[in-house]
């Protein structure tokens, strides 16, 4: 009888991001954005009267960790719907656990796309949102030699073999590809930047992540390298960790995201007021929008179905759009990713991003890349 009145007093949901480890920082924002979507829709009465009820924990980074958290949110917490999972790896591994117990996975990290599962709501970008204007961007405005470096798993070799066929394809040269350990030593991201310095490209683009990442941007000058001159390009280098690396040591890189903290419209305007007040100075970024944008997107679902039944609630979820931070989103019912809305932005000295191009309109996910062309993307 306890059991049944716990379950009918809210929504319980499983929440899955790593507030420690090697991707700490930006996982803990996927998990405060996730947090102030939840209180927010609390806040307004919960969904068809019930509150949403979080059951949190933190699997440090490490993959057998997520599984073993995901197998005990469904088996032990009787949760049927998981908000959780950064780099690609994470996400490998809870999802045989996730359709064998046919549950549904949220996942707000943009990856490499080629990838499909019909329990799986993927609200990051894929490579067509986020790969090809980047490498239209750095082609028509930087120069047309290319240095690739990236941690050595799954999303950036996928990254940077996709990248490669764009860059080759469209007249350019990477000069060299090189991978270091997720958390590698300074000496080893000096070596790096030594040969950077030799190849003398026009643009570095950078697959690192966590302290790696950070120690690339930190040294980078050091190195007699010049972001005006040649900027590293990321997917992921994006205001937090910008503030915590010094945004003047920043100035002058490149980020392809969906969503910067200067972007202007009312609703993150909105979001930035609502983040500041819950969170203080700390800076908005694409891992707390995406994540607060998919509870969102979750919420007006279940509003729909009335239930946490998977296929209900995937079937809801292709039915509704939330005006998020960034613009509209949407899931596409063919490979249930979603319509995003693909931005370039410089880094400026005080952390945020100048927005030097953005599409016209969200952009349709192609997680198979089946399209190649830059046509879309070449700035007018």
Same mark, same amino acid.
């Given at each position: ?19 420690? *480890? ?38 440090? $980074?490490?993959? #057998? ?18 908000? *959780? ?7 490998? !591994? ?28 993927? #609200? $990051? !970008? ?17 120069? @047309? ?11 950036? @070799? ?56 950070? %120690? ?31 945004? %003047? ?19 993150? @305007?909105?979001?930035?007021? %609502? ?42 979820? /292709? ?17 249930? /990713? ?43």
């Amino acid at each position: 009888m306890t059991h049944e009145i716990q379950m009918d007093d809210g929504w319980r949901i499983g929440v899955l991001f790593s507030r420690s *480890g090697p991707t700490g920082v930006t996982e803990s924002e996927h998990f405060l954005g996730t947090a102030l979507a939840i209180e927010e829709i609390n806040q307004l009465g919960g969904v068809l009267g019930r509150p949403l009820i979080p059951v949190a924990y933190d699997p440090r $980074g490490d993959a #057998t960790e997520y599984r073993q958290l995901a197998t005990r949110l469904l088996l032990e917490d009787e949760v049927n719907v998981i908000f *959780g999972c950064s780099r690609s790896s994470s996400r490998k !591994a809870v999802l045989p656990v996730i359709e064998r117990n046919n549950a549904l996975l949220w996942y707000c990290s943009f990856y490499e796309g080629f990838e499909y599962s019909p329990n799986v709501i993927y #609200t $990051g !970008a894929v490579p067509n949102q986020n790969n090809v204007p980047l490498a239209a961007y750095l082609l028509q405005n930087r120069g @047309r030699k290319l240095f690739f470096v990236g941690a050595d798993y799954i999303y950036p @070799r996928e990254s940077n073999r996709i990248m490669r066929d764009l860059v080759e394809q469209h007249g350019g040269e990477v000069l060299d590809e090189v991978y270091l350990p997720l958390e590698a030593s300074r000496a080893e991201v000096e070596e790096v930047l030594a040969d950077i310095q030799a190849a003398q490209p026009d643009a570095v683009f950078s697959t690192m992540v966590g302290q790696s990442a950070r %120690l690339l941007y930190q040294l980078y000058r050091d190195f007699g390298l010049d972001p005006q001159r040649t900027p590293i390009a990321s997917l992921s280098m994006v205001e937090e960790e910008i503030r915590q690396i010094g945004p %003047l040591l920043c100035e002058g890189h490149i980020t392809a995201a969906t969503y910067f903290g200067s972007v202007a419209s009312e609703s993150n @305007r909105r979001f930035i007021a %609502l983040w500041r007040s819950r969170f203080g100075d700390r800076p908005t970024s694409m891992w707390s929008e995406l994540a607060y944008a998919q509870i969102h997107l979750f919420a007006q679902a279940l509003q729909r179905s009335g239930s946490l039944d998977r296929r209900k609630l995937v079937e809801a979820a /292709h039915r509704v759009r939330f005006e998020a931070p960034e613009g509209p989103i949407t899931v596409d019912p063919e490979n249930n /990713h979603c319509s995003l809305t693909p931005r370039i932005g410089i880094c400026r000295s005080d952390g945020q991003f100048d927005i030097v191009w953005e599409a016209r309109e969200p952009v349709r996910p192609d997680p198979y890349f089946s399209t190649f062309g830059f046509s879309e993307f070449w700035l007018r």
